[in-house]
């Protein structure tokens, strides 16, 4: 039996994955699949394509949690779709939270440029890995992995966060409980949770049953 030399196989299997096209600029007219976006027509991708200018300016803090997410994900900018990459600006308020929260698609290393943030994120071991973060600090948050992050000064904080995924999704444990139409007996029995304090969070968050 002939042995296939063993250069020619790991060239073999480490080409697999190789890009055959310099590009796939996203197509937000076509229906999003799980790997994207389809390919935007080449011929009709310009460099406005690869340019994102919605980062620039603060978000807007006038809500519940006193923190706005400003995201340049694929949906947002078309020219990351299969690059497997994404930003987003987080600006924070005075006692301004981003709840617990998780990204199923991807990793985000965050950098604060402003203010002093309170971050970190709980492993599946439920330890706690939490610090608070000056200007300039980075912090890394693994994929999937609850994590958080809060205004620890008295002025206004902002941070920029990178992933690892063009759309790294969102959900935020908060909204997922109490944002919903799932019974308050149902949350009760699996958060231990009193039945009034349920239903006093349903109406802030803006869910019912």
Do not use: W
């Amino acid at each position: 039996m002939m042995i296939l030399p063993l250069f020619f196989i790991f060239c073999l299997f480490s080409s697999s994955h190789a890009a055959v096209q310099d590009f796939c600029v996203g197509d937000l007219a076509a229906p999003q699949g799980p790997a994207g976006y389809s390919c935007k027509d080449p011929s009709k991708v310009t460099v406005n394509d690869f340019v994102f200018s919605g980062l620039g300016n603060p978000g807007n803090t006038s809500n519940l949690v006193k923190a706005a997410l400003t995201p340049a994900f694929a949906a947002q900018f078309p020219g990351v779709n299969g690059l497997g990459i994404s930003l987003v600006r987080l600006d924070m308020a005075p006692g301004g939270v981003v709840p617990f929260h998780t990204h199923p698609g991807g990793s985000e290393i965050l950098i604060v440029v402003q203010g002093t943030i309170f971050a970190g994120f709980v492993s599946l071991a439920n330890t706690v890995y939490s610090k608070t973060l000056n200007k300039g600090d980075v912090i890394v948050f693994p994929q999937g992995l609850l994590h958080f992050q809060v205004n620890a000064g008295g002025t206004l904080a902002t941070a920029f966060a990178s992933f690892s995924s063009q759309s790294p999704g969102l959900q935020i444990v908060d909204y997922a409980l109490f944002a919903n139409n799932l019974p308050t007996e149902l949350v009760a029995a699996t958060t231990f949770l009193d039945a009034a304090q349920i239903k006093k969070l349903k109406g802030v968050f803006g869910g019912t049953g």
